[in-house]
């Protein structure tokens, strides 16, 4: 039996005893792995150190290998962060509608595990424990495929975890790392309805299509984010450059990062050459249309391709549109239903961006940078879905769980 | 450009346009359905005619050709399924959540429409109103595609439904058939994740499976059930035999249907008889386990693939367990996640019960066929969930919907 199978198995044999697992041993789980961490922290740098060389000979660029990279201050933060899951709401048990049939059938509607997840991710090792924990809080046992690059830091980090989870009464493989990290053991699992529940890609682009487009199982697509801001004619000047300045730049290389500015042609006649002034001052490369290199002449010429990139860097598309309806056609066209913003003081224009735009987060007068499960209130977050089915946007502990339901009879037939 | 392509495009297109129709826009498209199928009805009879006599020349069975065969009083009943529709709350614009976060920021989750809807179904025409009606009243476009054997009475429902929605505010682009009913047609949906956002199919286990196994578009899996009734060692004895006859044999065709009894070794030696007896009244073939035999000499000898067999029919497979957990086990290694019911008097193993069997939907003294939108108190049904993302168990009209996130700023940024 392949490596997979044989964890896949055992995951799905251990659902029904980590579903009835109380709040208190999950909990008890989160801080003996959090303790577990700490003390062994030395063992996982050593480890960790081997990818890094690994990834240099390999030739990694520097960027990939900071986000290998781990370090005391990373390893604290993973430990802080299962100390907050342990605060947070259990949702597993919660009944969310409950109610009485006129023949006197009592039926609940109360929420589950998912059962198996199945985690396929890129090269940040913290991934292994952020994706571990929101599985445990939730009673779902989880296969975890990292890449290769990472492989010596993920087998340290279950190792800790195992020998946590060895001194409460979670069965160990509730967390189950393939060391076989193949494509075409990635291949596989995305056909292995019978044993895993749903899988999430998380990673870059490539990544994330590769999955959703193999993949019989269902998915929670997470991650890209081609978000834009549209600038309408009566917007504030001050708040309209402070949000594109912040959504474009604040934090660059994330999904609800802005990657292209639509602006009204009354509005740039007026206040266009300020806002590129203070975008470029953050250094940021604009690519512009025709109408917007009129106005600032040494803004590079946009693309057709820059319209539907995701840049993830300090550059932005521009351009100039005659009304919000224009922005939003183009945003439809264009826009990967994450998250859009639209700074405006015309409410039957903010309406009309409000229904007509179909993107997972819509904003009005605010930066689309605050799609994320913290900044929603939500306490952790699985990742922002795009998708429409079962969750959109912001993903809170609830997107890990199912529901059944339960029905209490005194011997009711049907006639 | 394909048959297929050319009207998911048109699908698509439209989408927007349809999520922003009024209630009210929506249930007049109903109502003028609803009207036009009684005054097409000779038309659409004369049509289901060439169906029919095709099948007889195809050697369709009797039963399906029952399934195909539409009649005066089957078209009235659709006409009045439609009418039920307009009753029913709309779901779209429902307020789900709603909050304020420390920064000012004023957060609303809202449901919207899914957007377009793949349905892919066997020979039942009704499907095709019953289809179109629940996406209409949803704001969704759908895509129809039926079987080859039903072509004459879908086209002519179809055509139908075009004439009534030409007098609406709804464009007849909402509802399409694919005319083309190849197999390769089929196959092509399944990938086209650009433009369909979900895949429901509706038949039978081979259909279903089909689509499950092969598309990477997100499924609404629903149909298959492998139910089963465990009569524990402290059933009532009248209740335990009332409602396995009922979940057997009122209906047996259904997905909701029971497949296997399970019996408590106790129980059995006192009662097993007159359950078998008042199975056999009722026309029930019942294939047995050793112990059911020795009890009951005339019941025949079961099969290994008797217990994961979804007969749809009266037949029913038979077993004598030792105790609840051993009714646990083997529901779920041969049961379908669906339907499952437990009579007994004994509260802790009923709690067992519920927490143990991994089930849409668990019963305690009822019987599995309420596994149903209407008798749940939907009003309506898409069909019944057997998968655990997005809705499990029986969906009503909300399960054709998603979300968006509205969020109302004065100018935040995130720090």
């Given at each position: 039996?392949s490596?997979?199978?044989?964890?896949?198995?055992?995951?799905?044999?251990?659902?029904?005893?980590?579903?009835?697992?109380?709040?208190?041993?999950?909990?008890?789980?989160?801080?003996?792995?959090?303790?577990?961490?700490?003390?062994?922290?030395?063992?996982?740098?050593?480890?960790?150190?081997?990818?890094?060389?690994?990834?240099?000979?390999?030739?990694?660029s520097?960027?990939?290998?900071?986000?290998?990279?781990?370090?005391?201050?990373?390893?604290q933060d993973?430990?802080?962060?299962?100390?907050?899951?342990?605060?947070?709401?259990?949702?597993?048990g919660?009944?969310?509608?409950?109610?009485?049939?006129?023949?006197?059938?009592?039926?609940?509607?109360?929420r589950?595990?998912?059962?198996?997840?199945?985690?396929?991710?890129?090269?940040?090792?913290?991934?292994t424990?952020?994706?571990?924990?929101?599985?445990?809080?939730?009673?779902?046992?989880?296969i975890l495929?990292?890449?290769?690059?990472?492989?010596?830091?993920?087998?340290a980090?279950?190792?800790?975890?195992?020998?946590?989870?060895?001194?409460?009464?979670?069965?160990s493989?509730?967390?189950?790392?393939?060391?076989?990290?193949?494509?075409e053991?990635?291949?596989q699992?995305f056909?292995?309805?019978?044993?895993?529940d749903?899988?999430?890609?998380?990673?870059?682009a490539?990544?994330?299509?590769?999955?959703?487009e193999?993949?019989?199982?269902?998915?929670?697509?997470?991650?890209?984010?081609?978000?834009?801001?549209?600038?309408?004619?009566?917007?504030?000047?001050?708040?309209a450059?402070?949000?594109?300045?912040?959504?474009?730049?604040?934090?660059?290389?994330?999904?609800?990062?802005?990657e292209?500015?639509?602006?009204?042609?009354?509005?740039?006649?007026?206040h266009?050459?300020?806002?590129?002034?203070?975008?470029?001052?953050?250094?940021?490369?604009?690519?512009?249309?025709?109408?917007?290199?009129?106005?600032?002449?040494?803004?590079?010429?946009?693309?057709?391709?820059?319209?539907?990139?995701?840049?993830?860097?300090?550059?932005?598309a521009?351009?100039?549109?005659?009304?919000?309806?224009?922005?939003?056609?183009?945003?439809?066209?264009?826009?990967s239903?994450?998250?859009?913003?639209?700074?405006?003081?015309t409410?039957?224009?903010?309406?009309?961006?409000?229904?007509?735009?179909?993107?997972?987060?819509?904003?009005?007068?605010?930066?689309?940078?605050?799609t994320?499960?913290?900044?929603?209130g939500f306490?952790?977050e699985?990742?922002?879905?795009?998708?429409?089915?079962?969750?959109?946007?912001?993903?809170?502990?609830?997107?890990?769980?199912?529901?059944?339901?339960?029905?209490?009879?005194?011997?009711?037939?049907?006639?």
């Open positions: 039996m490596e997979l199978l044989e964890k896949a198995k055992k995951a799905k044999a251990i659902t029904r005893e980590l579903a009835v697992k109380t709040t208190e041993q999950k909990n008890e789980a989160l801080r003996k792995i959090s303790e577990q961490l700490i003390k062994q922290m030395d063992y996982i740098l050593t480890e960790n150190e081997k990818d890094i060389e690994a990834g240099k000979k390999n030739g990694l520097e960027s990939l290998l900071d986000r290998l990279r781990l370090t005391k201050s990373r390893i993973m430990a802080d962060a299962l100390l907050q899951l342990v605060d947070l709401k259990d949702p597993v919660e009944v969310l509608a409950e109610w009485d049939r006129p023949n006197g059938l009592k039926i609940k509607q109360v589950v595990p998912l059962g198996v997840v199945g985690m396929i991710y890129e090269a940040r090792p913290n991934v424990v952020d994706a571990s924990s929101l599985c445990l809080k939730t009673g779902n046992a989880v495929r990292g890449s290769s690059s990472a492989i010596n830091s993920n087998k980090i279950v190792q800790v975890i195992h020998e946590a989870l060895a001194q409460t009464d979670i069965p493989s509730a967390v189950q790392l393939l060391e076989d990290t193949s494509r053991t990635a291949s699992m056909k292995l309805n019978e044993y895993l749903v899988l999430i890609p998380r990673g870059g490539g990544l994330i299509k590769s999955v959703v193999n993949s019989t199982i269902p998915v929670l697509e997470t991650g890209v984010g081609n978000c834009h801001v549209y600038i309408d004619e009566t917007a504030d000047k001050e708040m450059i402070k949000i594109s300045v912040n959504a474009k730049t604040q934090r660059p290389s994330v999904c609800n990062a802005c292209t500015i639509l602006v009204h042609s009354e509005w740039a006649n007026k266009l050459s300020e806002l590129v002034e203070a975008l470029q001052e953050k250094g940021v490369e604009i690519r512009g249309d025709q109408k917007v290199r009129e106005i600032a002449p040494d803004v590079l010429e946009a693309s057709e391709d820059d319209w539907g990139t995701e840049f993830l860097d300090l550059i932005v521009m351009k100039v549109v005659d009304d919000v309806t224009e922005a939003i056609e183009h945003i439809n066209t264009y826009g239903l994450h998250s859009e913003a639209i700074i405006s003081e409410p039957e224009n903010v309406e009309k961006f409000f229904n007509y735009v179909d993107a997972a987060a819509l904003y009005h007068n605010a930066s689309t940078r605050f994320d499960g913290f900044e929603f306490g952790a699985i990742g922002i879905s795009t998708q429409k089915l079962h969750a959109r946007g912001p993903m809170g502990l609830p997107a890990l769980t199912s529901t059944k339901y339960i029905v209490k009879g005194t011997g009711q037939i049907r006639n």
